[in-house]
């Protein structure tokens, strides 16, 4: 069964600092990575996708790196804010379901601390 | 309102009793999910259906049924609920951009 491997399972990050959460995937259809954000009592939201063909992308505060060769991605949140603390959920296109299939994974809890 | 619902919002149920949860979306969207969120596991896809009338499984599709007749509308049917089907469930939607999915407020769902 092809999954998605996310880490760490928790997180507690100090106002200002910067979050990392990091995603490994097994063989996935190429399209696109996204990430979910999820706040208490509501349902994900999409927070920023990637697609394979580039190493990076920035949307304000929130960064995707794509390294295509290990098969990772991971989620930067740059100066951390209480509002960000949430559960981070990434995600990849199961392999041969023509990307109609999303795997997500176990998701990462993330506390900021004022 | 504009947008994807889901009802009921909080359900009880005894074992082997048979349950729907509903979805509905405003947005003509193609594509329609439904998954279950787990301590531990993350979402994992229960069913899909790209249009009206065309459904496919997920990761879990056992002991759950689905049917679109309408574009709208995607219920999730539990034929005979069992403990372990004790979840959350959420439905989403997407129109077009599969990894760009639009989730309801989910059903919490607790089978005794």
């Known amino acids: 069964q092809q999954q998605v491997k996310q880490s760490p399972q928790s997180l507690i990050v100090q106002k200002g600092g910067i979050s990392i959460i990091n995603c490994a995937y097994e063989n996935t259809a190429f399209d696109y990575f996204p990430w979910y954000q999820q706040f208490p009592g509501k349902g994900p939201a999409l927070l920023i996708a990637i697609r394979p063909d580039v190493s990076e992308k920035k949307e304000g505060r929130f960064t995707i790196s794509f390294n295509k060769s290990a098969k990772q991605f991971s989620l930067h949140i740059m100066d951390s804010q209480p509002g960000d603390s949430a559960t981070y959920f990434c995600a990849a296109p199961l392999e041969g379901s023509g990307g109609f299939k999303t795997i997500f994974g176990a998701g990462t809890r993330l506390f900021v601390k004022a | 309102d504009a947008g994807i619902t889901q009802s009921p919002r909080y359900k009880i149920t005894e074992t082997g009793r048979q349950v729907t949860l509903m979805c509905h979306q405003t947005?003509?969207?193609?594509?329609m999910f439904w998954y279950r969120q787990d301590l531990g596991h993350g979402l994992r896809l229960i069913y899909y259906?790209?249009?009206?009338?065309?459904?496919d499984k997920g990761e879990v599709p056992d002991g759950y049924v689905v049917s679109r007749s309408k574009t709208e509308n995607f219920p999730l049917t539990l034929e005979s609920a069992t403990r372990s089907q004790t979840s959350v469930y959420f439905c989403?939607?997407?129109?077009?951009?599969?990894?760009?999915?639009?989730f309801g407020p989910g059903t919490r769902l607790t089978v005794t």
């Open positions: 989403a939607s997407s129109g077009g951009r599969v990894y760009e999915q639009y």
């Open positions: 259906s790209a249009a009206a009338d065309i459904t």
């Open positions: 947005w003509s969207h193609s594509y």
